[in-house]
């Protein structure tokens, strides 16, 4: 059944290329059928799991035995959460792209795949078909980019964003084949019984390193971080939604998911360097994003700023000596509910400046005043989705950075207090970007109208989900806990 999930975008998406005549009303409803459908189907498999079991829905058949390498997949407490925030954003975006008229067929194909291989990725039990689907997801994205972005720019920052990434994807490889020369293997599962690198020196360092730039890359942390921004300004807004919703998590689910399990003690002697890189992101992220004057490229940069939160955590789970195992547990648990609330909030702001540019025709907010007379209902998504963002409580942001901060703190008192500096700075840039855009004297530089049905249909469900997960965490929290307790006892060796 996992594998039904898995492929059935795609299957979806070859069948529309067959059928050349389906008119675009028909693409459109059929992609929107098959997000829903698969969601459904993600559903059945979260409710059928026994979070106490261990990966749960297993298949593994060998694919290049030579070097043992197969097609593994599962699920467990860490990836089940990404399978369903993925399959809601993607439903999101099916919904949003209703309105869509240029090139449906292609757009919706490409979104199926993106879908497909986003699934694929969280369920991988093997490094090579981590990589499969962590390289396609590249080339997909690249060509929304290119060819639905905005501007004259989009194909420079299409090239940008593949070339960056594709390097760091080179990068990443190299890592995977180091843990194969140690280990003989490309199992995750085998790899992670074995950590054949553990008291490997230097040659376990220099895995070690191409695995975490391989994953900053894709993530991104600071200094690798500067394809996002002109990436995530020239993409639709539907190319922006899963771009930062959910092909930044590959990264960081890369580090829970392979890092810190394979490579425990080497993680251990390296966590103070991650926990400088996350912190470093949190604060660079924040401060640059209060300086935009672009909306779009505010809120990638916010993006940068919450990353670096999970960042931190999955760093604090190596310092075995500073905190308890359950401040442990809790950080890492923070960090898996961070990357899904920050993939539904950072997925509702990115579908709303799309909203606003559609209106406008920019993302300048000084074009913009007034909005929340002639657009209350879109003022007020806005309004959720930022304070959502700047972790209010009753939020699921506030959840994931409670949780990242309190087991942060023990093992890095003074990083994770410089972290929570972050918060400041991301309520003050949301709050003067309510204040430019939303109240004061009405000014839109095009068309004025509030949010249609469609948009309001492909937004409000992303917000609903969050104060759901803000209110009620414990059905998610339930699942992640078990997985995040194995990762900090393979950590602490």
């Known amino acids: 059944m996992l594998s039904i999930v898995v ?23 059929t992609w929107v059928a098959v997000s829903v459908l698969d969601l459904a189907l993600v559903i059945a498999l979260w409710i059928g799991y026994d979070p106490a079991g261990g990966i749960g829905y297993e298949t593994d058949i060998a694919w290049i035995p030579t070097v043992s ?17 993925t399959g809601v954003l993607f439903l999101a975006c099916s919904v949003y792209s209703l309105r869509e008229q240029r090139r ?9 795949l993106l879908h497909t291989v986003s699934l694929g990725l969280f369920v991988s039990l093997d490094l090579i078909l981590f990589f499969v689907f962590f390289d396609v997801s590249i080339v997909a994205m690249y060509f929304v980019i290119a060819g639905w972005g905005h501007g004259e720019r989009a194909r420079s920052s299409a090239l940008m964003f593949f070339l960056y990434t594709f390097l760091g ?11 194969y020369l140690a280990g003989g293997t490309f199992d995750i599962v085998e790899l992670t019984a074995a950590a054949p690198l ?5 040659l376990a360092g220099l895995v070690l390193a191409a695995l ?53 003690e080497t993680w251990r002697q390296y966590s103070w360097v991650i926990i400088g890189v996350g912190v470093v992101s949190v604060v660079y992220g924040a401060l640059v994003a209060l300086a935009q004057t672009d909306l779009k490229r505010m809120i990638a940069y916010t993006s940068v700023n919450h990353m670096g939160y999970v960042i931190l955590a999955v760093g604090a789970a190596g310092l075995v000596a500073g905190s308890s195992e359950q ?18 909030i950072t997925g509702a702001l990115f579908l709303l400046s799309g909203v606003l540019y559609a209106r406008g025709g920019t993302y300048d907010m000084a074009a913009y005043g007034g909005l929340a007379r002639p657009a209350p209902r879109f003022a007020l998504l806005f309004a959720a989705a930022a304070f959502a963002s700047l972790g209010l409580p009753g939020f699921s942001g506030f959840i994931a950075e409670f949780q990242i901060f309190t087991g942060s703190l023990p093992g890095a008192p003074v990083p994770t207090a410089i972290a929570v500096l972050g918060i400041v700075v ?26 249609t049905a469609v948009e309001a249909w492909a937004i409000a469900p992303l917000m609903v989900a969050t104060v759901v997960i803000g209110v009620f965490p414990r059905f998610l929290l339930d699942v992640i806990e078990p997985a995040a307790r194995t990762v900090v006892e393979l950590v602490a060796g």
Do not use: C, N
């Open 327 to 344: 401040a442990r547990t809790l950080a890492v648990t923070g960090a898996v509910t961070q990357m899904v609330s920050h993939g539904l």
């Open 212 to 264: 975490v730039i391989g994953l900053a890359i894709k993530t991104p942390t600071v200094p690798f971080h500067t394809w996002l921004p002109p990436a995530h300004s020239d993409a639709p807004a539907a190319g922006s939604a899963i771009l930062a919703g959910v092909l930044l998590k590959m990264g960081t689910f890369g580090f829970v998911r392979i890092v810190l399990p394979i490579m425990p």
């Open 169 to 179: 994807s080179l990068v990443l490889l190299l890592g995977f084949i180091g843990l």
């Open 198 to 202: 553990d008291g490997g020196g230097a």
């Open 104 to 112: 449906v067929r292609a757009y919706a194909v490409l979104f199926l």
């Open 426 to 451: 991301t309520a003050a840039l949301f709050l003067l970007a309510l204040q430019q855009v939303f109240l004061g004297e009405t000014r839109v530089p095009g068309a004025t109208g509030d949010l």
């Open 69 to 85: 390498a197969g097609y593994h997949v599962g699920v467990d407490g860490l990836s089940l959460p990404l399978l369903a925030m």
């Open 7 to 29: 492929f059935l975008p795609l299957a979806v998406g070859l069948v529309l290329l067959a059928l050349p005549r389906l008119p675009d009303r028909a693409v459109r409803w």
